[in-house]
């Protein structure tokens, strides 16, 4: 199983990123998404989930109205629109995936302890 961020880079405060996460050898339709960030000197966060189906999704209180996840079964990938961007938003960005029952369609766990693989991350920059 390989997760694969990218998208990362340097922006200005109030600037826009976008961050893909192409998942391959597993079944993409089979698990629910996540993202999360380590900012420098902090631990590990829960920012964001997406249901299997993509019709559902869970934000914390810190990315809610700024950011959006989306998913696309079909290419197994999952994305992070990021608007409004802060110098806080600083971290590096990483996608996991949660594999889940079949039953559990609207499903969105948001616990890092929840989630089976990881992908390495990509390094999001925020100037003021």
């Known amino acids: 199983v390989q997760l694969q961020a990218s998208g990362g880079g340097f922006v200005q405060a109030g600037g826009y990123l976008r961050l893909s996460c192409v998942a391959s050898g597993l079944t993409f339709s089979s698990y629910a998404m996540g993202w999360f960030r380590q900012a420098p000197g902090k631990d590990r966060e829960y920012i964001v989930g997406?249901?299997?189906?993509?019709?559902?999704?869970y934000y914390s209180d810190s990315v809610k109205g700024r950011f959006t996840i989306s998913r696309d079964n079909a290419k197994a990938t999952v994305y992070l629109d990021m608007s409004n961007l802060k110098p806080e938003d600083t971290a590096v960005y990483y996608c996991?995936?949660?594999?889940?029952?079949?039953?559990?369609?609207?499903?969105?766990?948001?616990?890092?302890?929840?989630?089976?693989?990881w992908g390495q991350g990509t390094v999001v920059t925020v100037s003021s």
């Open positions: 996991a995936a949660d594999r889940v029952y079949s039953s559990q369609t609207a499903y969105v766990p948001s616990q890092e302890s929840y989630y089976d693989y």
């Open positions: 997406i249901s299997k189906n993509g019709r559902n999704s």
